[in-house]
């Protein structure tokens, strides 16, 4: 039977949530600065951090939630029986940042009931923030977040982008313009109203369903350069999103895409 929305159930799935991100954080740590990464089938990197971490995430999930389904970056496949009450993971979301020593990357948690997104979590052990959303509340470290509605982009205005963004567009965006290595960052800056949005290209669900709580509970959304709202249900089958999409707060997605200009 589904969860109430705004139960205790939820709550407490949520705290829960955020107390193995942070135990996933640990396990990660003792790998930090000293990874050996290795190329998988389709070129990304691979660390026994993120396997360890997986493993601990799903063991956890699946004691405390026993008929829950769990569906994790580090795992052969990607079929369920159904979409009731599934925990999306992505062990390390940046993972190249990690391999790298660089601090901006995290574990990321996501709960699907019925196929509806109910809740975000991503925590960056390195810099010790928790961001997590579920319904109209998002926090960073307990205190709660918005995202930017400023009328205008300025000179100090932040975009962050994937990482080969500047093979696919050129951009008339008047402020800075970065990649720091991490999805879910960077949705949960734009969350947080730290950056005014994000590109996301080349990502799978793990990569955007944590963030994607975050903000909706913050008051952005994500949607493609066309205008359209991202359905995250119809990537739960792992496949790779097949379009680039723009997270923002609501109602800047057309001021922001207007300056991109595709190559």
Known sequence: MPIAPGSIEWKQMLEFARKIAREGGEI???HYGHSDPKLKYDMSLVTQADLEV???LKKRILERYPDHKFFGE????????????LWVVDPVDGTAAFSSQLPIWGISISHYDDGDLQFGVFYMPATDEMFSGM???AYRDGVR??????DRVDNEAVLLTYSRFHQDFNTSFPGKVRSLGSSV??????ASGAAWGALLGRVHIWDIAPGLAILRAAGGEIRDLEGNLFDSAAYLD??????IYLASAKGQHDQLASFLIRK
């Open 185 to 190: 960052a960077h949705i949960a800056y734009v």
């Open 74 to 85: 580090e795992q052969d496949s990607h079929h369920f029986s159904g979409m009731n009450n």
């Open 54 to 56: 997986q493993g601990h």
């Open 135 to 137: 319904g109209k509340k």
């Open 28 to 30: 990660a740590m003792q």
């Open 238 to 243: 792992g496949k790779q999103v097949d379009k």
């Open 145 to 150: 977040i918005h995202a930017r509605i400023d």
